[in-house]
Every structure is written in structure tokens, then in C-alpha cells.
């Protein structure tokens, strides 16, 4: 997701708006999967799924934000300096807004 650096100055609560509003939708999403009394997706093994996800990939595997994906970002930018598509490598604070976990 990007916002336009002349929007987010002139509305800076807009990049926590539209962060909190993913997580919320995430949330959504996520939340009911472990419900053994009503299956929210027609997946028999669905519980054995959602378990064997969070042994591999932790509890967190839609993980939002800078901080839980800061090693992935950091990977980004540089991978794009390599290859030639920045002048420098870009560091994973520059990838955020400052008022964004």
C-alpha cells in the first residue's frame, strides 16, 4: 500500500488509518479460524491446517507493520540497489511512515 507523499502531508493520520484498518480486516479474517464449534471455511482438517501454520510460521503468520518484517524489508532494499533499480540501498524506515507501528 502507498500513499502519495503530498497526501500524507497534508493528512498524516491517514497512513495510520489505512494501517489499522488492514490489521482490523486481517483480524477479521484470522480470528474465528481456531473455532472447533463452527468451522468459518467448509475445510475438513482445517484445525489440523491452522496448527500446523502456527508451528511453522507462528501465531503472527499475516504479520502487518515494519517492525515484524523489518529483516524481509531490509532484503527489499537491498536487493533493489543490486539490482540496479536505486541509486542506494533503501533501509526499511524510509519504506514506512513514521506514525505506522
Known amino acids: 500500500m502507498v500513499i ?3 497526501i500524507h502531508r497534508e493528512h498524516p493520520w491517514v ?3 489505512v494501517y489499522k484498518a488492514f490489521c482490523a480486516a486481517r483480524d477479521l479474517a484470522v480470528d ?3 473455532d472447533t464449534d463452527a468451522l468459518r471455511v467448509a ?9 500446523e501454520t502456527w508451528s511453522v ?4 503468520f ?3 507493520g515494519l517492525q515484524p518484517n523489518r529483516q ?4 527489499v532494499g537491498r536487493y533493489v540497489y543490486e539490482q540496479g533499480l536505486s541509486p542506494r540501498p533503501v533501509v ?3 519504506m514506512f511512515a513514521p506514525n505506522v507501528e
Open 92 to 94: 526499511a524506515d524510509e
Open 4 to 6: 502519495r507523499e503530498d
Open 43 to 51: 475445510l475438513p482438517w482445517l484445525i489440523d491446517h491452522v496448527e
Open 15 to 17: 497512513a495510520a488509518s
Open 57 to 60: 510460521m507462528g501465531r503472527d
Open 72 to 75: 524481509t524489508w531490509e532484503a
Open 62 to 64: 499475516w504479520a502487518y
Open 32 to 34: 474465528g479460524l481456531y
